[in-house]
């Protein structure tokens, strides 16, 4: 089934406008933190040693990474601000270590090109074809120019560095890079099923068992950043994709950081899913930890179950409900769903359910097979 899914994709394959490279001409390779590439990018075998990776959550992160890059939401988007000195004390000046064996190096012409499967606000992305194993991909294209402008480039590269080093079955993988003079481009993981948001606006509101597998799998996912001190901090549907057996991937590491001291001051993600100790403080420097992604893992509990944020309302009126956490949970929702909820969305970051208790909680055993451990960290 999988296969034919992937096939259809592909039957009207054809080189978009928006890529026109000549395919003989090679372009220079950037860093790339992937051991498994040899002589040549061959993604099947990645693909494949990527797997037997999944279990390994303890390796570090090549290089501590950049600060994040605003990842246009599609619903009230925050206010930029410049990152504090802080945040930008964390950054290391070392580069990428390079593979020591010699490697040819990649290019578009390497690449069949299909359909386009989204736009974002610096470009778009594509099915894609291996053309020597056959493998399927997503490659997102990024344009140089518009990174420039929006001064990026720094933050683009920690999304990079990140996202290739993390090994996750609900994590969307990142497979390599390279560029050209005007574009970056992105080797990506295809997420068969294409966006999660989709899926909930045309579901209105999905059943309580697939709810509760996508939130034991997210948990899952988060529990895996957190111990490589990594927090997403920008968690909603809109980031998060559908595998071909419908497993979910969580994508769009814009926004994400690592913090080794576990603690960031930036004001960031999307306002629907804020947690209060972004918008009041109570912390004399206004700094906050990996407790705001269990947060936005509650209002995305309540987005699935009700089909709408907890807090949705205007602006200000938003702002003001969720430092109180002033919702209301819909009579359809069950006790047991609504006790989770609860005891994710609690003003004190320190109060909140942790990530281990949330996969025992009766809610996840009830409707996940097993607790839902397909998809859990070990």
């Given at each position: ?13 054809s ?10 001409s ?52 925050l ?7 802080n ?27 299909g ?21 399927i ?27 290739s ?29 294409g ?53 979910i991937?969580?994508s ?25 100790e972004?918008?009041s403080?109570?912390n004399?420097d ?23 944020a ?48 949330v ?20």
């Amino acid at each position: 089934m999988a296969t034919s899914i992937l096939e259809d994709s592909f039957k009207n394959l054809s080189v978009r406008d928006e890529i026109t490279e000549d395919k003989k001409s090679k372009v220079k390779v950037a860093a790339i933190p992937l051991s498994e590439i040899s002589s040549r990018l061959n993604l099947v075998k990645v693909a494949l040693q990527n797997q037997k990776q999944t279990q390994k959550e303890n390796a570090p992160i090549t290089s501590p990474p950049l600060e994040a890059f605003p990842v246009p939401p599609t619903r009230k988007p925050l206010p930029q601000k410049k990152e504090t000195s802080n945040e930008e004390s964390t950054i290391d000046p070392k580069p990428l270590v390079c593979i020591d064996q010699p490697i040819k190096a990649l290019h578009l012409g390497m690449f069949e090109i299909g359909k386009g499967l989204g736009k974002g606000k610096f470009g778009r992305v594509y099915l894609a074809r291996d053309r020597e194993s056959g493998f399927i991909c997503a490659l997102k294209v990024l344009n140089k120019t518009e990174l420039q402008q929006a001064r990026v480039e720094k933050q683009v590269r920690r999304e990079i560095e990140i996202q290739s080093n993390l090994r996750h079955p609900n994590i969307l993988k990142l497979y390599g890079h390279f560029h050209d003079s005007k574009r970056i481009f992105l080797i990506l993981e295809f997420a068969g099923q294409g966006e999660l948001y989709k899926h909930l606006r045309k579901a209105r509101r999905f059943p309580e068992s697939k709810a509760a597998k996508y939130i034991a799998q997210m948990t899952s996912a988060l529990r895996y950043l957190h111990r490589k001190h990594i927090i997403h901090r920008d968690i909603k549907p809109e980031n998060i994709l559908v595998g071909v057996h419908g497993e979910i991937k969580l994508s769009d590491f814009g926004w994400s950081v690592h913090a080794p001291s576990n603690r960031r001051t930036t004001y960031c993600g999307t306002l629907d899913y804020l947690p209060p100790e972004m918008i009041s403080s109570k912390n004399p420097d206004n700094s906050y930890d990996d407790k705001v992604d269990i947060w936005a893992l509650g209002v995305l509990m309540y987005e699935f179950l009700t089909g709408e944020a907890p807090f949705e309302d205007t602006p200000v009126l938003t702002t003001r409900r969720i430092v109180k956490a002033d919702m209301t949970i819909p009579s359809f929702v069950s006790a047991d769903a609504s006790d989770l909820i609860h005891k994710l969305l609690v003003v004190d970051p320190l109060k909140r359910l942790s990530l281990e208790q949330v996969e025992l909680h009766p809610w996840i055993i009830k409707n996940c097979v097993g607790g839902g451990k397909k998809g859990t960290s070990r």
